[in-house]
């Protein structure tokens, strides 16, 4: 069974960090494209970052500079490690999996919630 479970998240002040954590169970993790998206209020989910199995990585422009993601294939993790962080940045973070074009899956975490105050 395909699992994806975020952890990390909480209230941080302005300024502050939080980094976030994905843990997958399943075999699809070296094949997939890992990222985390997240959603705001009364907003559509956006991808934040991405990043491959062999270490290739994508940034939202918001998120270049301030945000990390990273990887570890050992322990089928992916990691968000999120630096200066503004109230803009309160959402619901999603871990996700996506295994598209080769293969036809995409996997979603159930999301962790992120509350920067100002």
């Known amino acids: 069974q395909v699992q994806l479970v975020e952890s990390g998240g909480g209230l941080v002040q302005t300024g502050g960090s939080l980094r976030l954590s994905c843990g997958a169970s399943?075999?699809?993790?070296?094949?997939?494209?890992m990222a985390w998206s997240r959603r705001a209020p009364g907003n559509h989910r956006v991808l934040g970052a991405a990043?491959?199995?062999?270490?290739?990585?994508s940034y939202e422009l918001s998120a270049k500079g301030r945000f990390t993601i990273s990887i570890d294939n050992a322990k089928n993790t992916v990691d968000l490690q999120m630096n200066s962080l503004n109230p803009e940045d309160t959402a619901v973070y999603y871990c996700?999996?996506?295994?598209?074009?080769?293969?036809?899956?995409?996997?979603w975490g159930q999301g962790t919630q992120v509350t920067v105050s100002s």
């Open positions: 996700n999996a996506d295994g598209r074009p080769q293969f036809e899956y995409v996997y």
């Open positions: 399943g075999s699809f993790f070296s094949s997939s494209v």
């Open positions: 990043i491959t199995s062999s270490g290739i990585t």
